[in-house]
């Protein structure tokens, strides 16, 4: 089976005045229909960076993106235009993501409008039904995004993310910016969606916990490298990669009696500037070698559908 | 029993706004102990960083006031000190550390100025002996190199170095008490861990009480002794953390233990949600403020408030319904 979205090789760089700054550098990932994958690091991973590269916001340098099988990376806009509906994004801001002076009907209008779908009657009872699926009163789209709190702004994004009906959903931390009560509802939501929409998502979080919670598949991404992939049960009870370890233990655990030996990383996050020599890693891992210097360590399968990019992996 | 460092009693802060009066605290009583740490924690607007401020009296007024009560520090109320006196408090005997580390660092001044200049506020040293105790301070906060990052500014430092330069400005002078709000909201996993395991570590040693303040049960759960739930302006229930965690009382504690994803629930599992949404404080609902979003609320919560009052051991809960419950 053909995955819905396949990236290879990926590399996307930024030119900057210092350098050049490799934020995906030479990365793999599929993600199936109907399947959600977790995209788990630190800020200035890669993570976002690749999630927007899917949508071909950002442009790579060299690998393919592949979207049912046909290679996007080179398709020019207008060749890529139909093809954007199957991928849509939500963002994590919801009071930048939204436009302040339209109405929420005209801002889930405005892709149908671009993408030239339906006639105006058919278009206000197709916002009324989006609005109606992420638990809005569709009285509502005469109001404006600063009229709506927080969460209910989100649902907003959700809506207009739903809009072109689409086969994959990029989702870049769509509850950091929400309080604990709310953010149960949104993720609740995501989930109804997902099951009743046969949706697929490439979920991207900081957040261990959360991102555990809602994956099938969860990749483990450190300064534009994926450093281990696998399902979610393996992944948070077999972590294999040192990094993955040390993330899992600094999540604060919400129970005083797990006294859990914290692994407690030391050191900073190196610059994507200049990465460290060999593995990445190397510089905060509590287990590196000199071969680790040496070598740059490859995402190597060491069980079916649990790769790691460690040397002393096993 | 001797007296406890912080006593907070019946503190009352509204902001007078064109739409109307927020309470933004409302009756808030508290204490901390030297040594111990006391987690304040509730969602955004509950009042939680309004309360760290009013303690410090760093309210901008106006439109905001502290109206009511009573903050007892080392024998003496606060709220009764001229600014002169306040100002001999602040930095001294009470450090604070707020949540983004880069606007609490001045950009144009090197690191150990800015700990020097703290320093030197309260203690009649030359400026070379402050310096020398701000290479010593980010020594204590295991900032490797003190002696080069001592002179460098801000922006040359990581989020994480920058937080840990703000935790040695606020330990410049031993305080008894430190008042981190937020402390590691706008830093990553690992580098929060380091940040949390530091405050935790600097607690015991210099014996401090400490009020953190967190939208993180996690962080509560794995670093305070005591917590203190707020909801709209008021404390809805106070424990320690063992007792809270194992069997929270108040139904807006119990959802907020519910809603959050844990390792190991299946991801098939709904998450509980609470519903509805936090109520603004210039429109607070008669009686108790969670009851409209409350499963359990009885007629009784909509007509009049409960108050916070013991149940138990060390234990307070401000809900009719759970008070109910503990009796029968």
Known sequence: MTPLVSVSGLEIHFPTRHGTVRAVDGVDLEVNAAETVGLVGESGCGKTTLGKSILRLVNPITGSIRLNG??????????????????????????????????????????????????????????????SK???????????????????????????????????????????????????QVINLLADLRKELGLAYLFISHDLSVV???????????????????????????????????????????????????????????????????????????????????????????APGHQVACHHAS | MSMPLLKVNDLRTHFFTRDGVAKAVDGVSFSVEAGEMLALVGESGCGKSVTAFSILRLIADPPG???????????????????????????????????????????????????????????????????????????????????????????????????????????????????????????????????????????????????????????VAQHAKRVAVMYAGRIVEQADVGALFQRPLHPYTQGLLASIPRPHVKSTDRLTEIPGMVPSLNDMPAGCSFAPRCPRAIERCKASAPTLDPVGNARKVACFVARQELAA
């Open chain 2, 65 to 219: 006031r502290i109206v009511g009560g009573e903050i007892m520090f080392e024998g003496r109320d606060l709220l009764k000190l001229s600014d002169t006196e306040m100002r001999a408090i602040r930095g001294d005997r009470i450090g604070m550390i707020f949540q983004d580390p880069m606007t609490s660092l001045n950009p144009v001044f090197t690191i150990g100025e800015q700990i020097a200049e703290a320093v030197s506020m309260h203690r009649p040293v030359s400026r070379k002996a402050a310096l020398a105790r701000a290479v010593e301070l980010l020594e204590l906060v295991k900032i490797p190199d003190p002696h080069r990052r001592v002179q460098e500014y801000p922006h040359r430092l990581s989020g994480g170095m920058r937080q840990r330069a703000v935790i040695a400005m606020a330990l410049a002078c031993e305080p008894a008490l430190l008042i981190a709000d937020e402390p590691t909201t706008a830093l990553d996993v690992t580098i929060q861990a380091q940040v949390l395991e530091l405050i935790s570590e600097l607690k015991d040693r210099l014996g401090m009480g400490v009020i953190i303040i967190t939208h993180d049960l996690g962080i």
């Open chain 1, 70 to 131: 046909i290679e996007i990376s080179t398709m020019t806009r207008s060749e890529l235009r139909p093809l954007r509906r199957q991928v849509q994004m939500i963002f994590q801001d919801p009071y930048a993501s939204l436009n302040p002076r339209h109405s929420v009907g005209r801002i889930l209008e405005e892709p149908l409008i671009v993408h030239r779908i339906g006639t105006p009657a058919q278009r206000r009872e197709r916002v009324a039904w989006l609005m």
């Open chain 1, 134 to 184: 992420v638990g809005l009163r569709p009285d509502a789209a005469r109001r404006h995004p600063h009229e709506f709190s927080g969460g209910q702004r989100q649902r907003i994004g959700i809506a207009r993310a739903l809009a072109l009906e689409p086969k994959l959903i990029v989702c870049d931390e769509p509850v950091s910016a929400l309080d604990v009560s709310v953010r149960a």
């Open chain 1, 212 to 302: 555990e919670h809602v994956s099938d598949r969860i990749a483990v991404m450190y300064l534009g490298r994926i450093v281990e992939l696998a399902d979610r049960a393996t992944l948070w009870t077999k972590p294999l990669h040192p990094y993955t370890q040390a993330l899992i233990s600094a999540v604060p655990v919400p129970d005083p009696k797990s006294a859990t030996r914290r692994l407690i990383l030391e050191g900073d996050l190196p610059s994507p500037l200049n990465p460290p020599s060999g593995c990445r890693f190397r510089t905060r891992c509590p287990i590196a070698t000199e071969l680790c210097a040496r070598e740059d360590p490859a995402l190597r399968t060491l």
